[in-house]
């Protein structure tokens, strides 16, 4: 039985990687980036290059989309233009289309209503990286969505990531997606206040550091982030503006069905004075320039 | 040579194992509490029960205090009822006096100044928990002082403690706790915020605990919290209150100094809230209890 | 000179009085509401209903709309259902558009670029209301646009509003609108706050009442509202869903420029609370209920 | 039947012109402060300066202290040095002692006990501004304690303000001026948050003051600090430090009795940072600072 073809539009920081090891995995893999150069290194390891969305989805058996932002997200699959948009159309009636960008969980439900009246499988399944030890570094998939599709999509998935967990239906990935973000932010951010408050007071961030690390408080997050708030190099591994962009949804998310995040929406504007206040890209660990200003 | 003679102050659910490890090194104790009958144990394992805190401090080499808050470490200190104040006048020269409340820098300082005067050593050398691993359950001791005093406590503390910070002079122990304590409280209504979205939205809570427990986010704090949250069984572990008067110490601290917490601010409220209707002492866990009202 | 043609879009709670206002001042007026009968006490003072949007728009000289959020907005506008969308396509050139709903300034300015496109002048002229005196509970429009737009529609605004605002350029109408609100419900919200400390601390809230209103601190909103909150009887005025719409709007811009706003932040989380826990639609002086659960 | 003797401690910025009134009025007034040449002016005017505290309440058949925080009201009432401190024991019984400075409510009560216990009568005492119009710059006292003791004082009170308001028992004074500041300060706030998206949107902050002036929003202390922030010229009116001082009170208040108030916890860390970052003494407008560092 031959390998279903895979589409991947979205060749960024995390699409990339992950297209590498579908290559690797030896599934014949199409790809599309709105900057076409990123996919030399792909093109270079067997991938073909389609010249639009539109013909990277209509080549799929196994679509997979990770963009930057919600709009990104609707342009792709649904805007006028050919030559950047309208990929959904053209996607086959049984095909399985996974989507791994972050966006609000409203949209992974759109896009799962108008996937089904088209016969398509629809699973949002946003990532996140994991933790200490075996897994350090490694993806995990965050499902929403029906077991048979799952099961479709999930030899795909191994090649991609080290866990993959249904959580439920359709929506219920990037629901879990954004209340991750939200911890992952607010530990960031709980860490950076703790840090001005001791070096506010006249004593070493790297002794608070020590503590921590050994502590109950330690988390894999702060093992990367307080040596990098510590030193002040924000070369960006996960950008502010996107963290930024994730706790917006979430508080979003939030409002729209009333459920207050007091912490998270004070976090959220910390990290918006940062993103008003900053000309370059820097990682989300910048929020602690909100005391260095 | 024989062992300095310890004396211990406040035996709550700190203090009483710390002098029962006191005691299993082989040091001399005299132990005094509030409430007597909770020293019954100590004293059938060796310790003398002192009469007062003034006569446990006139019988130590080396006296420690642990109590509930900033008052109850002035009463026991300087309080002109003989049965239960007067214990820092009755103090040796010489002598080496540590205190492991959590009480605000200024606080540890003013005690500072008083021994420094009276040719006592002091340390402010208040205690957290260790994490995953062997350390898990170890206390770590985060110290305020001069080397010299250090020293003369090292014997003692090494058998009460797995770790010994010295992380500056008096007021570093206490800073330091401060902002430990602010991120432990944040860690956990982080994930009590993100686990309101995500039940809020009409998602299972233990799914969002498995991919925390997998992921980046994961810390010491959130594996033992977040079952307890799951299952709301808030017996206290570390009392609610206690928390929530430690997020005011450092809230206290940020405005003296001018340093903002807007995410501390915001979750000491939620706290607040929870301590405001609940009528036993709970967890402090039960922050959660803030989204089950 | 015969008097323009006035067509008129959403008649709620503002709108309908805005038309008697309008068929007062002697100007021919058609009416457009998605539940027609809202239009009948218009249509007997005169005004014509259209059956459509699309009909309204092309009737029009100068064409007003007020309807409830952005997406209703856009609906009306741009949406492809010919019984309740495309106005914007048959406004004919030379006609003047006014937007009097609370929307962002990037939709402002969106519809100010697709006018400009077809030379239809657009004006954002949001609404809010009068205070004390003379002008208790008159409109104030607040304007954005180009100073010979205003006037075309300056004897329509005239008619319909007390004072009128020139602000700037297209957008400083719905920019210092969402910051009146953002006002407006941060003055109830620290009214309601002060009313839970008193209370809470089992004074009297009336006292509370008594002094403000004696004091700098009285403002035009709170001599309506903290009786409101007093005896607890929440009919909507302006509703809440309304105000909490207007805030996250507010949030939302200044995100987008990276200006903090910790206070509103905190603010819209209590809205959103008692929006989540309410059935029925409560005046946005409910916010006490935040403290009333 | 002989006018009674009025102490009066403290001449700052609300207590000398106080003392003026007494004058004024009549009353044979006996005055202290630590820096003696502040009473010049009212020596001149026919006062006795005191040489102590203790003297001056001695003299005194009302006393009126009006400091700057609580410490310094301690320090005045039972301080233990002679030139400073010591004022309460040297009360006669009989008298009756206002405290007019803003200090906690459990203050408050504590003092009511010691001078119920003593004989005293005694009343908290704060003040406020009143509004608009004929009360504009007048004194609003906001008293707590029992009727019998207002009455002795009411001669000297309405020497002194505009309107007395009888709120009800010991503290009540206190608690309802923590409530008025929390108002006033959050009112000052919430226009600065609005000024900085006006602003930071690019539009002129003359124009949100304008509409706001029209507008139920139009508050009489934004009518006095509006115009301040857009000036920048922050010369104290009412001090920055003393409203975070009061801001806090309101916040131990609040989480004394679980009553949470997010709002009030943003804001206090907002007036925070701008006293950290401040060498000079701001009016609390100029909380508008924190978007123009």
Redesign the interface.
Known sequence: MPQPTVSFIGLGLMGRPMCHNVLKAGFPLVVWNRTASRADSLVAAGARLAASPKEAAAAADILITIVSDPPALEEVLWGSDPKSGGAFASLKKGATYMDSSSVS?ALARKIAQASAARGIGFLDAPV?????GA?KGEL?F?IGGEAADLEAARPVLSAMGK?I?H??PN??GQ??K???N???A??V???A??????T??G??GE??T???Q?????????D?KAPVMLKGDYTPSFPLRLM?KDL?L?L????Q??????????????Y??V???SKEDLDYAAVFKF?K?
């Open positions: 969980p996140t990286g994991g933790t200490w897994e995990l965050m866990k967990f959580l439920g929506g219920a629901t879990i954004l209340a991750m939200l911890l992952l607010l530990e951010d709980a860490f206040e703790a840090l001005a408050l001791v506010g007071a004593f070493a002794k608070l020590e503590v921590m050994a502590s109950m408080a330690r988390s894999g997050v702060l990367v930024h917006s979430a979003d998310l939030g409002n069905i009333g459920v207050p995040l007091p912490a998270t929406a004070a976090a959220r504007e910390t918006s004075s993103k008003g206040s005391w200003k």
